[in-house]
């Protein structure tokens, strides 16, 4: 069985800083990309970021420039640093991670539970 659990999240003021992390455990093969994806009430999920097994990262619009996405390969946990935050980035923010289980040769999508984040004008 494998598990994606986050932490972090929360309030913040406009202008100020978050991070998330994103920790994957159970009966793991092997990780692949891992990164972060948002909901906010009236929106579709969209991207925010994410970074594959070998560190690069990509970013969506919203994020580009504000947010960096890292990842550690040894703890199988990804990070999302947030600044500059703005209200418009008030959303429940869900990992994401393609892991590939034990005993199985096929790679899939898991999503963590979100965590929400609201930033206040």
């Known amino acids: 069985q494998v598990a994606l659990e986050e932490s972090g999240g929360g309030l913040a003021q406009a202008g100020g800083s978050l991070g998330l992390s994103c920790a994957a455990s159970?009966?793991?093969?092997?990780?692949?990309?891992m990164g972060w994806y948002r909901q906010g009430p009236e929106n579709q999920r969209e991207l925010v970021a994410h970074?594959?097994?070998?560190?690069?990262?990509v970013y969506g619009d919203s994020a580009e420039g504000r947010f960096t996405i890292s990842i550690d390969n040894v703890l199988k946990t990804v990070y999302l640093q947030m600044n500059g935050l703005k209200p418009e980035d008030t959303a429940v923010y869900y990992c994401?991670?393609?892991?590939?289980?034990?005993?199985?040769?096929?790679?899939?999508?898991?999503w963590g539970q979100g965590t929400q984040v609201t930033v206040s004008s």
């Open positions: 159970g009966s793991i093969f092997s990780v692949g990309a």
């Open positions: 970074i594959s097994s070998m560190g690069i990262p």
């Open positions: 994401n991670a393609v892991i590939t289980p034990l005993n199985s040769e096929k790679p899939r999508d898991y």
